[in-house]
């Protein structure tokens, strides 16, 4: 991931290497790539703009380090204002004061929610917490399967509707699982809602009122590291739609260069929180911005 722009920077600071202070003709060089570079890791073309002008200005009102080249100096430019983009520290989970905290997850059919879903009860289980998952993504035939099946490999309580009971009613099972959590003293309750392949009004206003039933303490935006320009559009419709709270990447395993991390934090100001990176139940972990950027920068 971020190959491209990695490879790129590093031979525009190779060629600036030696030179005694950045002048403007270094500075325009310099921002030239790494607007390139960042279009070529498909972030989008306002944040781009954006970030490209963020790490000018500074380059140029930055005095010239005495510790640093001015190489050196970019790099560390660009690399603080990554990670500010990227959310700064590591936003955590909030939970609850008193009674369950619920998570509802809100994304794209595909995103990679239902997997999500049960890697996240795993790493709440391992933080000591009792999560319980509930299945309300009744519009694809087998997902309520699935988070069984998945729930089952990590060993976490799955809620399903039951025949003849709340069948094609996700509210009222999200709601019910919310009852239900409270009887069973689980302490999380995780709410995986449907998707469709493209934005859909109808779910859309079906996952707000999901929201709007059980009150999540967060709502998180699950999206495909992989759809790269797309990102963006999908993000704006999801926190117009329903909002959410922070955002998960999935399928980092894959090639994708990363460009959706940027841009989705860029443009909606919420923080990527969670990352996952493989079909592996274990393959989780907390998004930490500095080291994504440091691995842009590498
Ligand atoms: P949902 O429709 O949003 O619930 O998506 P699913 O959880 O069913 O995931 C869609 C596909 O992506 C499945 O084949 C998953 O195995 C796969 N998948 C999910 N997360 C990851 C990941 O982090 N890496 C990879 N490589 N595949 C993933």
Same mark, same amino acid.
């Given at each position: 991931m971020f190959a491209t722009l990695s490879d790129r920077l590093a031979d525009t600071f190779k060629n600036l290497r030696g030179k005694g202070r950045l002048s403007e003709a270094d500075i325009d060089a310099t921002a030239r790539e790494i607007r390139i570079a960042l279009l070529e890791a498909d972030v989008a073309l306002p944040v781009v703009k954006e970030f490209v002008g963020a790490v000018k200005e500074r380059a140029r009102g @930055? @005095?010239?380090?005495?510790?640093?080249n001015p190489a050196q100096q970019v790099v560390k430019i660009v690399n603080e204002e990554l990670v500010a983009i990227l959310g700064g520290e590591t936003r955590r989970l909030r939970y609850a004061k008193s009674g369950p905290t619920v998570i509802m997850l809100a994304g794209?059919? =595909?995103? =990679?929610k239902t997997t999500l879903a049960a890697k996240l009860a795993l790493w709440l289980k391992e933080q000591g917490r009792s999560p319980m998952l509930v299945a309300?993504?009744?519009?694809?035939?087998?997902a309520v399967n699935q988070l069984q099946v998945n729930g089952e490999r990590v060993g976490v309580t799955v809620f399903a509707p039951e025949p003849g009971n709340g069948v094609g009613d996700p509210v009222r099972v999200a709601r019910d699982a919310v009852e239900e959590a409270k009887r069973t003293l689980h302490d999380t309750v995780i709410v995986d809602t449907a998707g469709r392949l493209g934005v859909d009004a109808e779910l859309m206003q079906q996952a707000a009122d999901i929201r709007d039933a059980v009150q999540p303490d967060e709502v998180l935006f699950v999206v495909d590291a992989m759809i790269g320009q797309d990102a963006v559009v999908t993000a704006q419709a999801f926190l117009d739609g329903v909002g959410y709270d922070g955002v998960v990447l999935t399928?980092?395993?894959?090639?994708?260069? =990363? =460009?959706a991390a940027l841009s989705i934090a860029s443009i909606t100001g919420k923080p990527v929180m969670f990352a996952s990176n493989g @079909?592996?139940?274990?393959?989780f972990d907390l998004f930490h911005p500095d080291r994504m950027a440091s691995r842009i920068l590498d």
């Amino acid at each position: 991931m971020f190959a491209t722009l990695s490879d790129r920077l590093a031979d525009t600071f190779k060629n600036l290497r030696g030179k005694g202070r950045l002048s403007e003709a270094d500075i325009d060089a310099t921002a030239r790539e790494i607007r390139i570079a960042l279009l070529e890791a498909d972030v989008a073309l306002p944040v781009v703009k954006e970030f490209v002008g963020a790490v000018k200005e500074r380059a140029r009102g @930055e @005095e010239v380090s005495q510790a640093l080249n001015p190489a050196q100096q970019v790099v560390k430019i660009v690399n603080e204002e990554l990670v500010a983009i990227l959310g700064g520290e590591t936003r955590r989970l909030r939970y609850a004061k008193s009674g369950p905290t619920v998570i509802m997850l809100a994304g794209l059919q =595909g995103a =990679g929610k239902t997997t999500l879903a049960a890697k996240l009860a795993l790493w709440l289980k391992e933080q000591g917490r009792s999560p319980m998952l509930v299945a309300a993504d009744l519009q694809r035939p087998n997902a309520v399967n699935q988070l069984q099946v998945n729930g089952e490999r990590v060993g976490v309580t799955v809620f399903a509707p039951e025949p003849g009971n709340g069948v094609g009613d996700p509210v009222r099972v999200a709601r019910d699982a919310v009852e239900e959590a409270k009887r069973t003293l689980h302490d999380t309750v995780i709410v995986d809602t449907a998707g469709r392949l493209g934005v859909d009004a109808e779910l859309m206003q079906q996952a707000a009122d999901i929201r709007d039933a059980v009150q999540p303490d967060e709502v998180l935006f699950v999206v495909d590291a992989m759809i790269g320009q797309d990102a963006v559009v999908t993000a704006q419709a999801f926190l117009d739609g329903v909002g959410y709270d922070g955002v998960v990447l999935t399928k980092l395993d894959g090639d994708a260069r =990363g =460009g959706a991390a940027l841009s989705i934090a860029s443009i909606t100001g919420k923080p990527v929180m969670f990352a996952s990176n493989g @079909e592996k139940m274990t393959d989780f972990d907390l998004f930490h911005p500095d080291r994504m950027a440091s691995r842009i920068l590498d």
